[in-house]
């Protein structure tokens, strides 16, 4: 018995014993603790302190940068709206490739002393045209339909205002693209015909000169396509005459030969014209020795040629060079 109780009494001291050593441990763990949550609250106010300094520090928040952030509704940051100053490449009026063709296809370099200017304030196409402020003289167009003969007509005619003997000028004008007009319905029959000007385009308007080009088609029936015209009118406003090419060409052999050597550059053409028909096979119908002239016209700078095509090679083409190429050989406007 008395050993059972030594037994029972050394187990008590032994258990006293740890418990005692216990105590110390936890107080180092929680001091260990304590340090730790220390340490990560000092790490934490140093990022947040991080965080605001870089709003300003390198200026994307600040005005200088040419940024700023805005946040959205839902807190996140949107894209900012970049201005970076530099400025956007102005546009350009469409230039003809020196290769002769608006296409590009034709790869050659025609001599281009005689390229046409292409600045000329006076050449819309837009219905309606007003010259220059050192002239008075106004032109507008305007659309009128109506049927002659069983015809269908339409018709873009012009009007002349701002000059003596405006009237006069009007009538002329539109005398001359009446007279066409019937000339090309001759022999048009076997069924519904149609004859329509889409373009009465003005290229030059002074107060010496006007030069037009009329273009638009006409048809008969069910045919499988129109076929497209194109003409000039020339007018001299002091003397009142419609100018031939006989008036206009003086060296017909020297337009001929600009004309053929590529220095006509196309200015309004159905792209790979000239890889299908070449400048010597769109001439070749003119004669002047028999009154048959090219139909010409002129802008401020220019000269232009308007050919009729067959319809797969676009209806019509216009070509043009500068008026100083081809000085001596045509008439030249004067301002």
Do not use: W
């Not at 050993?3 to 006293?16: E, L, M, V």
């Not at 970076?84 to 102005?90: I, K, L, N, R, W």
């Not at 290769?99 to 309606?128: F, H, K, M, R």
């Not at 001299?236 to 052999?253: A, E, H, N």
């Amino acid at each position: 018995m008395a050993q059972k109780r030594n037994s029972t009494a050394g187990g008590k001291k032994s258990a006293h014993k740890n418990e005692s050593s216990f105590v110390p441990l936890l107080g180092i763990c929680i001091a260990v603790c304590a340090v730790c949550i220390i340490l990560v609250a000092i790490m934490a106010g140093g990022k947040r302190q991080g965080t605001s300094n870089t709003g300003t520090g390198d200026g994307s928040a600040q005005s200088g940068s040419g940024t700023s952030l805005s946040s959205g509704t839902d807190g996140t940051e949107k894209a900012p709206d970049v201005t970076d100053g530099a400025e956007t490449p102005p546009q350009t009026n469409d230039v003809p490739s020196t290769g002769g063709t608006s296409s590009g296809s034709d790869t050659s370099t025609p001599d281009t002393a005689g390229a046409p200017v292409t600045s000329d304030a006076n050449d819309t196409n837009d219905g309606e045209t007003t010259a220059s402020p050192a002239s008075a003289i106004n032109i507008t167009t305007k659309k009128s339909s109506y049927d002659d003969n069983g015809a269908h007509v339409t018709m873009i005619y012009p009007t002349v205002s701002g000059i003596d003997g405006a009237d006069t000028v009007t009538g002329l004008l539109r005398d001359e693209m009446d007279e066409r007009r019937r000339e090309a319905l001759i022999g048009m029959a076997g069924g519904e015909v149609n004859y329509t000007v889409e373009d009465t385009s003005v290229k030059l308007c002074t107060k010496s000169f006007i030069s037009l080009v009329v273009s638009g088609y006409s048809y008969v029936g069910d045919a499988s396509h129109p076929e497209y015209f194109v003409y000039a009118l020339n007018f001299d406003v002091k003397s009142k005459k419609l100018m031939t090419g006989s008036d206009l060409i003086k060296d017909f052999d020297a337009v001929k030969s600009s004309f053929t050597s590529g220095k006509f550059y196309p200015m309004y053409s159905q792209d790979g014209l000239l890889d299908e028909m070449s400048y010597e096979d769109m001439i070749t119908e003119y004669h002047v020795e028999y009154g048959i002239y090219p139909e010409v016209y002129y802008t401020k700078d220019n000269f232009g040629i308007a050919v009729e095509l067959v319809y797969s090679l676009g209806g019509y083409a216009l070509f043009e060079t500068s008026q100083s190429s081809l000085s001596g050989a045509i008439y030249v406007p004067q301002n």
